[in-house]
């Protein structure tokens, strides 16, 4: 029985993402993102990469442009990667404070209820928090991104190819 491959090709995350080869070889090299990769026991095997790969990568990149210390990156980019199709939306943020990480509504409506449980307890018990780091990701922006960059490449299965 042959093995339906989804998700894209190391060549096809290049073109999406506008990511070099030695960024992406760099990423794997950190553990940032980690493709899987099929057959070839001798030669070069097949690398795929997921939808949510392709969106962490364009995350990494726009953390990293805001000086967002490398642990911190590692830890949202595992997050999106372990999310639902229904998690990831373009009406939510992705946000990080501290060692906490939740989505919100892009309205923030939703946030007072969403704010981590340590962080609510404090306040409660009067502990001065004297500071917290507060990253906010706009998960529309990359989507778009993204998909504007596979319509004007003419990715032309682009829609069946996402899986999580």
Request: hydrophobic share 40%; aromatic share 10%; glycine share 4%.
């Amino acid at each position: 029985m042959i093995q339906q491959i989804t998700g894209f090709t190391r060549q096809e995350t290049i073109q999406l993402t506008n990511c070099t080869s030695s960024r992406i070889a760099y990423l794997e090299k950190m553990e940032l993102i980690i493709p899987t990769r099929y057959g070839a026991i001798r030669g070069k095997p097949t690398v795929i990469f997921s939808y949510g790969q392709l969106l962490g990568i364009q995350a990494i990149r726009e953390l990293r442009l805001e000086d967002v210390p490398l642990p911190t990156v590692k830890r949202l980019i595992t997050f999106l990667e372990n999310a639902s199709y229904a998690d990831i939306s373009k009406d939510k943020l992705l946000i990080a404070m501290n060692d906490d990480i939740f989505w919100t509504q892009k309205d923030w409506s939703d946030f007072a209820n969403n704010i981590p449980k340590s962080l609510k307890k404090a306040s409660k018990e009067n502990k001065n928090i004297s500071w917290y780091i507060l990253i906010v990701i706009p998960m529309g922006d990359i989507i778009d991104e993204i998909f504007n960059t596979a319509k004007k490449i003419n990715f032309q299965d682009f829609q069946q190819r996402i899986t999580y």
